[in-house]
């Protein structure tokens, strides 16, 4: 009978992990652009972001504090990009990280996907749910930037951060795929929808 009050603790710690895993909000820098963000989303699209941004050293709370954060939108195909910026600008590439959604239609996409699916064993970001992480180096051309791709809510989901952020980056993915969605607040008939629709 001692074993019970221990699986009471193990199932109550389970539940809370649960609880904080589904109410987690985007980490605090990406607060003042969360309007934008829905703003920028085709109608019934979601975007999925991380609750902690995780950089190595000597990269500190200060610094990922005043990141700026630059929203890319695009209609054809559609789909979004949340880059993180160490600068506004400057001779050198100040390019720290980003965030996309796409949509899986797109020939790019795709073939960004094929590269990510034929690169590593799948890497298991939630229940159902497989990334996969392609790094900067194995890319044709090789690159600075290493990324996680994913296919979750019908939609393709990207991480892509420098190469030396390759653990950052897959905790980074994993906090994504079992984030709260932050949802389009466009309706089909809006002026500014004229994006893919999904049903």
């Known amino acids: 009978m001692w074993y019970r009050p221990l699986l009471f603790v193990v199932l109550l710690v389970t539940s809370l992990n649960n609880a904080v895993r589904v109410l987690a909000a985007p980490d605090p820098v990406f607060t003042p652009h969360l309007n934008q963000i829905q703003r920028s989303l085709p109608p019934k699209w979601v ?12 990269a500190d709370e200060d610094f990922i504090n005043q990141l700026n954060i630059k929203l890319f939108s695009s209609t054809s195909p559609p789909g979004l990009t949340i880059g993180l910026f160490s600068c506004d600008s ?11 959604v796409e949509a899986p239609t797109s020939d790019n996409t795709q073939r960004e996907w094929k590269q990510h699916l034929a690169a590593a064993t799948p890497i298991e970001l939630t229940q159902g749910v497989q990334g996969y992480l392609l790094e ?12 996680v791709m994913w296919q979750q809510d019908g939609l393709l ?5 420098l190469l030396q952020e390759r653990q950052n980056i897959l905790y980074m993915a994993h906090s994504m795929a079992n984030s709260q ?19």
């Open 90 to 100: 400057g001779p050198h590439p100040c390019l720290v990280g980003s965030f996309s």
């Open 181 to 199: 969605p932050i949802r389009s607040t466009l309706t089909p008939h809006h002026p500014s929808a004229s994006w893919l629709n999904l049903n």
């Open 136 to 147: 900067g180096n194995f890319r044709q051309p090789p690159s600075i930037f290493s990324s």
């Open 157 to 161: 989901y990207t991480v892509s951060f």
């Open 47 to 58: 975007m999925r972001l991380p609750d902690k941004i995780l950089l190595g050293g000597p």
